[in-house]
């Protein structure tokens, strides 16, 4: 696995954020290159980036947040902190302190809202995007389910037990998954406690604002779209999603021109990029940033 450094910073309102910044292998590849940001979804947390970021930082600075309240980073005194918009700020905290200018921005899910939002208030910042199974329209289906789930804490006395619980509870969005798959994932979601026990990797209050219609995104996403014109965007989109519907996705590129929409079959919400079409299409996508670097 490539070798990160933890890289700490602070909110405007005092918590202390966790990012995984992992340096390019070939700094020469890289030159010039602006760096690549990471944002998970809702109940993850930086781990879900481990196969990307590392493939990707042969030739690119990659950092990957821990958004408020999971895994590393500090949790939020007011749960009602827990919003798109506050998460905004944090990363544009971020940005400051390593003097970033510009970047590429990967967000799956609520990382993906982040990043629309983002192109909302610094659109020249953002030197390419991949919005990974989200838009501006979320499908009702899916906000029940994750509201059905989100904020309820489980534990586990071994890893195999855990597997076994993300396989039950996903089984329709990975079909295809083996035991070794949800052990992976589980790795992913849980971490271990001080009790020896294994246990879900983010404040369960996190749930808190996410339960109340509208603070799943923001304000007019669609809006916040538009302002990813003219930069390189990448929609990715599980064949199985109930999250981002094939109408809302095929509306997204239609809206941005020169965007490209990919579908990852046989998943749902939401793919890993790691499988084979979603690599293909965020290589193509840096391709295309490559060849107008702007240093960071």
């Known amino acids: 696995m490539a070798a990160y450094e933890n890289r700490y910073w602070w909110s405007n309102d005092g918590i202390r954020l966790h990012a995984r910044d992992y340096a390019p292998r070939d700094p020469s590849a890289a030159e010039g290159r602006p760096p690549i940001i990471c944002l998970p979804g809702l109940t993850r947390n930086a781990r879900d980036f481990d196969v990307l970021a590392e493939r990707l930082s042969a030739e690119w600075r990659v950092l990957v947040v821990n958004l408020r309240g999971r895994g590393e980073s500090g949790y939020a005194k007011d749960p009602m902190s827990y919003v798109p918009l506050v998460y905004v700020q944090d990363v544009e905290k ?32 953002l030197a390419g995007a991949v919005l990974n199974d989200v838009g501006p329209d979320i499908d009702p289906a899916g906000l029940a389910r994750i509201r059905s789930y989100v904020g309820k804490s489980h534990t586990w006395p071994t890893w195999m037990h855990a597997a076994r619980a993300v396989a039950e509870s996903n089984a329709d969005a990975y079909p295809r998954y083996e035991i070794s798959e ?15 026990r294994i246990v879900l990797d983010y404040d369960m209050k996190i749930a808190e604002p996410f339960r109340l219609p509208g603070n799943e995104a923001g304000p007019d996403m669609w809006r916040a779209l538009d302002r990813l014109a003219g930069v390189p965007l990448l929609v990715v989109r599980g064949g199985l999603s109930d999250i981002l519907s094939e109408p809302v996705a095929t509306r997204m590129v239609s809206a941005i021109e020169g965007s490209d929409l990919v579908t990852v079959p046989d998943v749902g919400h939401a793919p890993t990029l790691e499988e084979p079409e979603a690599m293909e299409a965020i290589n193509a996508l840096l391709a295309r940033v490559a060849r107008e670097p702007v240093a960071a």
């Not at 949800?182 to 020896?196: E, P």
């Open 182 to 196: 949800w052990l992976t994932m589980a790795k992913r979601l849980y971490r271990l406690n001080a009790s020896g």
């Open 94 to 125: 971020l940005l400051g302190e390593i003097g970033c200018t510009r970047y590429v921005a990967i967000g799956t899910s609520l990382g993906g809202i982040v990043t629309m939002l983002l192109a909302g208030a610094a659109r020249e910042s």
